[in-house]
């Protein structure tokens, strides 16, 4: 065991909506076995959902629930993102509080530098996607580590499958220089309309949302495709010959780790970036461009890059830096800290019983509700069942012949806290 009970993640981003870092680490978490509660940040991406989902073996994302009564004789590790967070992450009574530092606290991330230097202070241990990051930190608190970003290399080496051809790829034909990812401010679209004036007979995909960004350049061989789901996104990315990281240099992009660059080479594509700090300690397999000059040459090399052992290099690393390896790194570094303070339990076992809510529901068709358990082994288990009439009641799993305890809660408390079935407030289960 871990000596890790559980981990909580407060509210930062949309679990289901452009799959990032903090949803590839609690994923793999959850992997090796480690109940993790996802504190999602609901968007207008998708219909509002109140309750409970299970998205898969040990990870359970919260919309609009607090964990909290979940959690009682737990004290979890508590690993969050958004300086705002430094306010009220205490409430969980972490067994280690853990501060993941993956933007640079200015530009459009300037709402977190209020809160910043409490938020590294404070931790037990901070986390810091570049080299840049890490160089803030490292003053604030002596237990600072870079866990640079990674890529779900299985996901993206399907691009070298027989995948089906996306819809609208259909009937575009020509190279392909593509990008995904959000298309925000810190994109230099001059550049990618000049990379279209360069490169005429090829077609520019750009995949990803707009953020802070109304206007984009027009032209017949650019193609703004919008929002596409993080499954689909292997599918296009086998029509690239080339893909791109075409951001601004500004202090917030000199922090940045490119997911996107760790993608791109699991799927084996030659990658041109803007000269970031992460991109060119990699210059050896990515084109870096300090100009818009370089930039349309480093695409042009790109597009002659056909051999096959070039191929074979990117996708090694990229292997190389999964986020199955990420989150071994992170684990490693919790056993350590919680080690030292001496408040993980050796065998991952929470020191007294968990007690949890069961709440039953039928209506007329006879739905059943399905409710979550937390024993004292800290495993999360889903049960069906049935009853007549609504019944609420504490119940605890004291586990092991320890003294059982109960926990009580009003009726008001129970519908604030508990699952109802999907066609009411919503248990979904992947």
Not at 61 to 87: K, M, S, W
Not at 148 to 164: I, M, Q, V, W
Not at 168 to 175: L, T, Y
Not at 319 to 338: G, I, K, P, T
Request: aromatic share 10%; proline share 8%.
């Amino acid at each position: 065991m871990s000596g890790i009970n559980c981990i909580v993640y407060p509210p930062t981003v949309d679990y289901h909506y452009m799959t990032q870092r903090p949803q590839q680490l609690m994923n793999q978490f959850a992997r090796m076995g480690i109940p993790v509660f996802f504190m999602n940040q609901n968007t207008s991406f998708r219909r509002p959902f109140r309750g409970i989902e299970k998205v898969a073996p040990n990870l359970f994302v919260f919309h609009e629930v607090d964990p909290l009564p979940f959690l009682q004789g737990v004290r979890p590790v508590v690993y969050y993102n958004a300086t705002a967070h430094v306010e009220q992450v205490q409430r969980f009574h972490p067994s280690l509080l853990v501060f993941d530092s993956v933007d640079e606290p200015s530009e459009e991330f300037a709402a977190w530098r209020p809160y910043y230097n409490r938020a590294v202070s404070s931790a037990d241990l901070v986390l810091c996607s570049s080299a840049k990051l890490q160089q803030m930190a490292g003053p604030l608190n002596s237990h600072v580590y870079l866990v640079k970003n990674g890529c779900d290399y299985e996901h993206f080496s399907r691009a070298r499958e027989d995948l089906p051809v996306p819809r609208e790829m259909q009937e575009i034909s020509g190279p392909v220089i593509g990008y995904f990812g959000v298309i925000a401010t810190w994109c230099d679209l001059e550049l990618v309309e000049r990379v279209a004036r360069a490169f005429p007979h090829c077609q520019l995909l750009m995949i990803g949302p707009l953020y802070n960004v109304s206007r984009v350049p027009q032209r017949e061989n650019i193609h703004w495709l919008g929002y596409r789901p993080y499954d689909q996104l292997p599918g296009y990315a086998r029509l690239f010959d080339v893909a791109i990281i075409p951001f601004r240099h500004t202090s917030m992009t000199e922090a940045v780790n490119p997911i996107k660059m760790w993608e791109y080479m699991a799927a084996g594509i030659p990658v041109v970036s803007t000269n970031l700090p992460e991109a060119r300690a990699h210059q050896n397999l990515v084109y870096c461009a300090r100009t818009g000059d370089e930039f349309v040459e480093g695409i042009r090399a790109a597009l002659a890059d056909k051999f096959p052992e070039r191929r074979q290099e990117r996708m090694a690393l990229a292997r190389e830096n999964s986020w199955e390896a990420r989150a071994h790194e992170v684990l490693d570094l919790l056993r350590e800290r919680l080690a030292i303070k001496e408040l993980g339990s050796p065998t991952g076992v929470p020191m007294q019983p968990v007690p949890y809510l069961q709440e039953t529901v039928e209506g007329e068709d006879e739905q059943k509700a399905s409710h979550i358990h937390v024993n004292r082994a800290n495993s999360l288990r889903l049960s069906t069942p049935v009853g007549r009439r609504v019944a609420k009641r504490g119940v605890t799993h004291s586990g092991g012949g320890a003294p059982a305890g109960r926990l009580q809660y009003s009726r008001r408390q129970a519908f604030s806290h508990h699952i109802l079935p999907s066609s009411k407030r919503g248990y979904k289960d992947a």
